[in-house]
């Protein structure tokens, strides 16, 4: 397979539509983003980058994150993890606070914002100092030491992140927060705000497409990264979670940055960046380019 060329195709094609949508305004940070930027990297597990665009522009991953932050987390807790949060597709939005109530404290899945504020509660259980921890943890899967958090974004995030603080105290009331609640929304503000670029990204998640290994270094157990994938695959992208699958049919996460990043197990990882997000949240020339390269390669994990 000539990756290349596929890429260079939809790169082509994608220069033929005019993309819809805007960037993530709520976060005034994110605001400030060129809307027209875009690029696709694509890292096979035989160690090969194949890319176009703007893949070496860092932008804001946000969600993208709450796969490390989980990949840790699962590592320590194992099965027990699932006690506090669920692995049920939302079928609503990243933020819904109805169904939290409903269902009385215990997120759908960790990907939502309740499911991820959850995790970092976890974490904050068994870490010393989880801010640099985590970095740590990013730092070495990306294989880049230069991986940090943006403080504006976080700042911005924290300064308006009213709808968290209220997932979070619905969440306390219920007995599901252990730790101070500052303190959780802190460490998750500054959890999506990192910053990477198409490629680092696609380094940070080849683990998830060569059996849970970097090298010969197990990130996770072979079980535990196929459970990971399925997660993504059904709760990576919210309420467009079935949208992605009938279109890509790849295991995949989307952040309101921009970034989608996808994996085909045992071939390879891919990123996309495109700020323009659509009505659900997730990047509408990701969403195309993702959607052509599975069409245009014919493989796909169905």
């Known amino acids: 397979m000539n990756y290349q060329d596929v890429i260079n195709e939809v790169y082509a094609e994608l220069l033929e539509i005019k993309p819809e949508g805007e960037v993530a305004n709520y976060i005034p940070e994110l605001a400030k983003v060129n809307p027209d930027k875009f690029g696709i990297n694509l890292l096979t597990i035989d160690g090969n980058n194949y890319g176009t665009g703007d893949i070496n522009d860092k932008f804001s991953i946000q969600s993208i994150a709450k796969v490390f932050s989980l990949t840790l987390a699962y590592n320590i807790y194992g099965s027990s993890l699932w006690k506090r949060v669920g692995v049920e597709p939302s079928g609503n939005s990243f933020n819904s606070l109805s ?76 007995g599901n927060i252990k730790n101070d609640i500052n303190e959780i929304l802190d460490f998750y503000f500054h959890l999506c705000s990192v910053e990477m670029t198409c490629k680092e990204l696609s380094q940070s998640f080849f683990f998830l497409a060569n059996r849970g290994k970097i090298n010969d270094e197990e990130i996770l157990s072979v079980s535990r990264t196929k459970r990971l994938n399925a997660l993504m695959q059904t709760c990576g992208f919210y309420d467009e979670a079935g949208e992605f699958s009938f279109l890509v049919g790849l295991p995949g996460k989307s952040g309101v940055g921009g970034g989608i990043v996808a994996v085909h197990p045992g071939k390879y990882s891919v990123v996309t960046w495109g700020p323009k997000l659509n009505k659900k949240g997730n990047s509408f020339l990701g969403m195309k380019a993702l959607e052509l390269l599975t069409t245009k390669t014919e493989l796909s994990i169905f």
């Open 99 to 174: 169904q939290l109530e409903y269902e009385n404290g215990i997120p759908r899945n960790p990907f939502i914002n309740s499911g991820a504020l959850v995790v970092c509660d976890i974490l904050f259980d068994t870490l010393e100092n989880p801010k640099i921890e985590m970095l740590d943890f990013i730092r070495k899967i990306s294989k880049n030491k230069n991986i940090n958090y943006n403080e504006e974004v976080a700042k911005s995030e924290k300064e308006n992140g009213f709808r968290n603080a209220a997932h979070i105290n619905l969440m306390k009331s219920y």
